[in-house]
Each structure stands twice: as C-alpha cells, then as structure tokens.
Nanobody, 118 residues
Framework: QVQLVESGGGLVQPGGSLTLSCAAS????????MGWYRQAPGKLRELVVV???????NYADSVKGRFTISSVNAKNTVYLHMNNLKPEDTAVYYC????????????WGQGTQVTVSS
C-alpha cells in the first residue's frame, strides 16, 4: 500500500517559521513530482509548491520568497520550510505526489493543519 505521511503542522505566531515533512512509502517504482497544496476554510485547494525529480520547482506567487521546498530523493521525502508566516497561510496542508506504482497516479496525504495566529 502506498502512503504519504505528513508531519510538522501546528500553531505559530505571525512572522514565525515552521517546517513540514512528507514521506512516501510502499511499493513505489518512481516518484515524478512531489509537493504541497493547501486548503483554507471555505476555499478551494490550491497549489503551494511542487518539485520534480529533476529539481524543477513551481511556487505559488503568494509564497515566493517565504517558502522553500527541498527533497531527498533517496528517502522519498519532501520538506516545506515556511518562513515569515502570515495569518493568510492558515490552512490544511496536503502532501501531493505523482508516483509510478502500477501506473502513474496522483496520491495525497491526510493533511496537516497550519495555523498562524497571535
């Protein structure tokens, strides 16, 4: 069974930092893309950032310069380093991966809550 397991969410004050991690496990042939999406209450799920196996990244404009994605391909793990957090960053953050198991498919983690509040 293929799983994406997230950790690192929590409560942080505005201007603070937080790091999320996501590890993929299971019978994975290869991972093509990994990254993060988020969903705030009453809003649609939106892209935060994704990274390809080759290291190409695509950031949402709202997080550029504040968030950084990094990955350890050998460990099928991706990290999201979030700095200068703002109240509008409050959301459930979902790990995403496009992986080749039997075929190439999209997979999602269970989500981790990030709350930015004083």
């Amino acid at each position: 069974q293929v799983q994406l397991v997230e950790s690192g969410g929590g409560l942080v004050q505005p201007g603070g930092s937080l790091t999320l991690s996501c590890a993929a496990s299971g019978s994975i042939f290869s991972i093509e893309v990994m990254g993060w999406y988020r969903q705030a209450p009453g809003k649609l799920r939106e892209l935060v950032v994704v990274i390809t196996r080759g290291g190409f990244t695509n950031y949402a404009d709202s997080v550029k310069g504040r968030f950084t994605i990094s990955s350890v391909n050998a460990k099928n793990t991706v990290y999201l380093h979030m700095n200068n957090l703002k109240p509008e960053d409050t959301a459930v953050y979902y790990c995403y991966a496009r992986m080749v198991v039997a075929a190439s498919n999209d997979y999602w983690g269970q989500g981790t809550q990030v709350t930015v509040s004083s």
